[in-house]
């Protein structure tokens, strides 16, 4: 599934890390199955960890700004290899197929993220009515090599095939591409074009839970994701995404992120220190 930036819908579920829960939903005779649409926020709690001088959002580009430089970042993209929503407990009790039940799943799919906060469709994997208690979230690589059912193994030969459409160079162990320029402090602005084997992962569970009604249309999501997490460093250095222009350099940065109920962890594997 291939999903670029789309203003569709304006009722919203809000899921900001660390914040509360409040939601509206789009009502109809819909015959008891919901369309699920996802919004990514790149501000929001934990955007309000850093100080407003070194993460700012102008309409479709980020700025992320360190002691070294700042990233200017006009374009990030990834893949998305696994996304469920899981039922609360008790809800498929006495349904024939109870692991069927128990989770939705979507295929997997890329994303342009938008970073003005638009909304993505994922109209093509509806969910039934029920309440549900967790969101998992995981942009990886699609582990082409992994042995798995063929139908599934085809569904991302298929994918990588959209993927490379757009980004022809897209290696295989990768999940992510970042596209933009790097203003050094001491003078000089490069442009890069930086892939990375990224592992992010966000478990959320929702207190109380999701519910979707059989009258539900459109149920929105909300996920707030700062880039900014992933490339500010700790000593207050920005990650010099240059040196990863894959082009140029043929270097793939490599990092991982979890968020667990709005406390998050990065690690980053940085060549350049």
């Known amino acids: 599934m291939f999903l670029n930036k789309m203003t569709i819908y304006i009722c919203a579920f809000s899921l900001l890390l660390g914040l509360s829960l409040t939601g509206c939903d789009t009502a109809s005779d819909n015959g008891n199955q919901t369309n699920l649409s996802l919004q990514f926020s790149t501000a929001g709690s934990s955007a309000k960890a850093i100080s407003s001088s070194s993460f700012q959002a102008t309409g479709d580009t980020l700025r ?12 990030i993209w990834f893949i998305v290899e696994d996304f469920e929503l899981e039922k609360a407990d008790g809800e498929c009790e ?41 969101l998992e979230f995981e942009i990886d690589d699609l582990d082409l090599d992994e042995e798995e059912d063929p139908e599934e193994q085809q569904q991302k030969l298929e994918l990588l095939n959209e993927v490379r459409a757009v980004f022809s160079d897209w290696p295989d162990s990768v999940s992510m591409v970042i596209i933009g320029e790097f203003e050094s402090a001491q ?32 149920k929105l ?16 250095t920005v990650t010099d995404l240059s040196q990863y222009d894959f082009e140029n350099t043929g270097q793939i940065l490599e990092f991982e992120a979890e968020i667990e109920n709005g406390f998050k962890s990065v690690e980053v594997d940085d060549d350049d220190d």
């Open 64 to 75: 992320v700004t360190g002691s070294n430089g700042t990233l200017v970042l006009t374009d």
């Open 94 to 134: 006495g349904i024939a197929n109870e692991d069927y039940c128990e989770e939705v799943e979507s295929d997997p799919f890329f994303v342009d993220l938008p970073l003005n906060a638009e909304i993505i469709d994922l109209g093509a994997n509806p969910i039934t009515a029920g309440l549900y208690e967790e």
């Open 187 to 218: 003078g000089g602005t490069t442009s890069f074009k930086a892939y990375a084997e990224a592992e992010v992962e966000i478990e959320l569970e929702f207190n109380p839970p999701l519910e979707v009604s059989d009258n539900t249309v459109n």
């Open 221 to 236: 999501v909300r996920i707030n994701i700062n880039p900014a997490d992933w490339f500010l460093r700790g000593d207050g």
